[in-house]
């Protein structure tokens, strides 16, 4: 850990590698998306597909939302011509999300109003997730949410 900017002022970082190692093997979902509204429904329907026999569904559900969230924001805060890097990382059980954005501006949460259509993004990320942050990474940024998830039973699984 180091003393660097975080979500919340100075303080430490935490090593997103340092979360408990992966003992499921389900490939890391990474992929790029145009920095377009579009980009949502797309991120969306890849965590979906990636992980649907992998995760409970109520826990899937939590991390489409999370998705949502973050890729809706990257893509408003990013140029059009820009792109937006998902990457989706199931580790023991939870799902570590990050994703990168061209944003010059740091994110922040906002108390949007009940009529309000957006401002209550990383509320909610910050409601259903474990921990939150963002990061600047060379000419980028990175938003990350780290989400506890329940694992499906297997059939011969008793419990």
Same mark, same amino acid.
């Not at 579009?38 to 998705?67: N, Q």
């Not at 957006?118 to 259903?128: A, I, M, P, T």
């Given at each position: ?68 969230? #973050?890729?809706?924001? @990257?893509?408003? +805060? ?7 890097? $998902?990457? *989706?990382? =199931? ?39 474990? #921990?939150?942050?963002? @990061?600047?990474? +060379? ?7 780290? $989400?506890? *998830?329940? =694992? ?8």
């Amino acid at each position: 850990m180091s003393d660097r900017e975080t979500t919340f002022g100075v303080g430490q970082v935490m090593m997103l590698t340092s979360l408990s190692d992966c003992r499921v093997s389900v490939p890391v979902l990474s992929c790029h998306l145009a920095a377009r509204p579009a980009a949502v429904g797309m991120a969306r329907g890849r965590v979906r597909a990636h992980f649907t026999d992998h995760l409970h569904r109520d826990a899937l559900a939590d991390a489409e939302l999370i998705v949502t969230e #973050l890729v809706s924001n @990257a893509a408003g +805060a990013s140029q059009e011509a820009d792109d937006i890097q $998902l990457s *989706v990382r =199931l580790t023991g059980a939870e799902l570590l999300i990050k994703v990168f954005d061209h944003a010059t501006e740091t994110p922040r949460r906002r108390q949007g109003s009940q009529s309000d259509e957006d401002g209550r993004g990383l509320l909610l990320v910050e409601k259903f997730a474990r #921990l939150w942050g963002w @990061a600047p990474i +060379a000419d980028r940024t990175v938003v990350w949410a780290v $989400l506890p *998830v329940e =694992l499906p039973h297997s059939p011969a699984d008793p419990g």
